[in-house]
């Protein structure tokens, strides 16, 4: 495999600049293997098997690539947090001692896939993880999140950078591709897009005439804590109360922030207890705060007529909640973040506005209209298959082995 020719981006960065000899390390090129399938996968990025029901992308991809494949090692470099699991093999130091030890045992296996991710590793702005793709002699696949529209000049090196070494490169959604494309330097053919998949098993519609009358009801679930949503989810349902004539109950569902420690996960209990009595929502809405597993999930949803996701995700090109509530098969008002428009949008699953009186008025259309959330739902339910977590699997393992089978002057 050889190197894209293309050069980082001549955008003006001031910072410590890149040794000639990473770089010229950077775009030469890899050992492949024999035309094979990969029997072993290294996985390097911020890795939590289960916190709370909410487990990260690398975990979740982990467990659906060895679903149907469990003959394959998929061992795992953790970095930013420390991972307490028997897949855990190593824990990357941010020191840049730490580099080479990390690549030195993903290299043990066929081909890496190496998350992207804000905050897990050490250097400039995450830089170290240019040095441990260095010290890279198997192909690498890597996984783009929280892909910046506006990147400072630094993350635009890194960027560039590493989709120019890299074998594969891969984004959540369109527009996490069209967002690469428009504003960095990037190779085109080594671009791929994989829909983050949901953890939910696939779910039936509930068209309306089959249930009994009584008041809609709206769900939402995630992480909950301050500027994380559910002050935006009160208010949204307050506005479609005081439009009538339908009264919603609201279901708030799923873990504390973990980085609240005990005074501030009772002052944001308290809080909302407050705002709901100010909104009027009083005995109108619950909180289930606490563990948050697919059956517990699964069942809230059974109950539910409309979800609703009030809060832009960190990663405004990706959202698992939204992956899973397109699962759920039930008519969704979204925040409006760049995926929720691209994919509500072109699915017609939903709908998406931009603050609380907005998505007020959306909960009332799709309540006051029977069929709309009808059609919506079952737009969805066609467009889930496409966003299950084997299906995700299947198109990783997929892309890792054409990489092997190419030849080594590819």
Known sequence: MTRGNRSPSTSAYAGPAMPDRRLSSMFAPRSTKPPVSATSIGMLGAY?????????????????????????????????????????????DPAPAGSRPAAAILNQNDAVILHLQTGVYGGTEGDQVLEILEWLTVPVVVVIHDVRSQP??????????????????VTLSETGRRILLDEYRVEPRKLMKIHHGS?????????????PRRRPRILSWGVLGPGRGVESGLRAVAH???????????????????????????AFRSSLRVLADEVGLTDSVEFEIGPLDNERLGALIERADIILLPQAPHDPTASAILADAITAARPIVAAGFPYATEILAENRGGIVADDPAELGDAL???????????????????????????????????????????PANH
């Open 240 to 266: 479609a109360r005081r439009l009538g004539p339908a009264q919603p109950f609201y279901s708030v569902a799923g873990p504390l922030d973990a980085t609240l420690d005990g005074p501030q996960q009772q």
């Open 199 to 211: 953890r939910l098993p696939a779910m039936a519609p509930l068209e309306k005439d089959t249930r």
């Open 364 to 406: 009332t259309r799709v309540i006051r209209d029977p069929e709309l959330g009808n059609a919506m739902a079952r737009r969805n339910e066609a467009l889930a298959p496409a966003l299950s977590w084997p299906v995700a699997a299947g198109q990783y393992r997929q892309l890792i082995n054409v990489l092997l089978r190419r």
């Open 152 to 169: 400072t000049a630094r993350q635009r090196f890194i960027v560039e950078v590493l989709t120019s070494s890299a074998d594969a490169v």
């Open 48 to 92: 939590v098997p289960d916190d709370d029901g909410l487990t990260t992308f690398a975990a979740e991809l982990r467990q659906a690539m060895l679903h149907d494949r469990p003959e394959i090692v998929i061992s795992v470099v953790s970095a930013g947090v420390a991972a307490y699991a028997p897949e855990v093999v190593h824990g990357l």
